[in-house]
Antibody, heavy 116, light 108 residues
Framework: QAQLVQSGSELKKPGASVKVSCKASGYTFTSYFMNWVRQAPGQGPEWMGC????????TYAQGFTGRFVFSLDTSVSTAYLQISSLKAEDTAVYYC?????????WGKGTTVTVSS | EIVLTQSPGTLSLSAGDRATLSCRASQSVSSSYLAWYQQKPGQAPRLLIY???NRATGIPDRFSGSGSGTDFTLTISRLEPEDFAVYYC?????????FGQGTKVEIK
């Protein structure tokens, strides 16, 4: 069955960068968009944007432009989220989730902690 | 951007009770492009309902969704112990996709 496996937790200092991976299996990777969703501690999910896995074209939500980059490596069915110039307020769980409309398959999440 | 407002914030119920959760949109959600998710502590959200009223694969029939336009409802007919969790609605009528702030269903 379809599955998304995310990379492990990260502890970073302010100003550093992080790259989170999301490896898909059990379905054709390029048949479904990939979403990225942030969930800050004690908060609800927040849609960061998505990437067209056929074309590589990303769409970013307001507030997630500039420091956030979505990318792909279709040869290994993997999507990536890179965040640069990390700030304390980037501390959150980051999820990848499949599909363009509702999100039917989710990764388990990657915890990114930004602390000096 | 479509703002989704969920009510109540917390629902205190007992196993076997009926739960009714509301999600109101700031503007009409066309074609009922609304989903519901369940999230338990330390877990990713899980899709329950899509297109306002269709159950996702493997979701028990005690979960049902209804509504259209700006008012949507998730009903859990008889709460099981594993149903105590936080529930979120999400619209996919337009970009950006948005989520409600959640309703926590807790044990009374």
């Amino acid at each position: 069955q379809a599955q998304l496996v995310q990379s492990g937790s990260e502890l970073k200092k302010p100003g550093a960068s992080v790259k989170v991976s999301c490896k898909a299996s059990g379905y054709t990777f390029t048949s479904y968009f990939m979403n990225w969703v942030r969930q800050a501690p004690g908060q609800g999910p927040e849609w960061m944007g998505c990437i067209n896995t056929k074309t590589g074209n990303p769409t970013y939500a307001q507030g997630f432009t500039g420091r956030f980059v979505f990318s792909l490596d279709t040869s290994v069915s993997t999507a990536y989220l890179q965040i640069s110039s990390l700030k304390a307020e980037d501390t959150a769980v980051y999820y990848c989730a499949r599909y363009y409309y509702y999100m039917d398959v989710w990764g388990k999440g990657t915890t990114v902690t930004v602390s000096s | 951007e479509i703002v989704l407002t969920q009510s109540p914030g917390t629902l205190s119920l007992s196993a076997g009770d009926r739960a009714t959760l509301s999600c109101r949109a700031s503007q009409s959600v066309s074609s009922s492009y609304l989903a519901w998710y369940q999230q338990k502590p330390g877990q990713a959200p899980r899709l329950l309902i899509y297109d306002a009223s269709n159950r996702a694969t493997g979701i028990p029939d005690r979960f049902s969704g209804s509504g259209s336009g700006t008012d949507f409802t998730l009903t859990i007919s008889r709460l099981e112990p594993e149903d105590f969790a936080v529930y979120y609605c999400q619209q996919y009528d337009s970009l950006p996709r948005t989520f409600g702030q959640g309703t926590k269903v807790e044990i009374k």
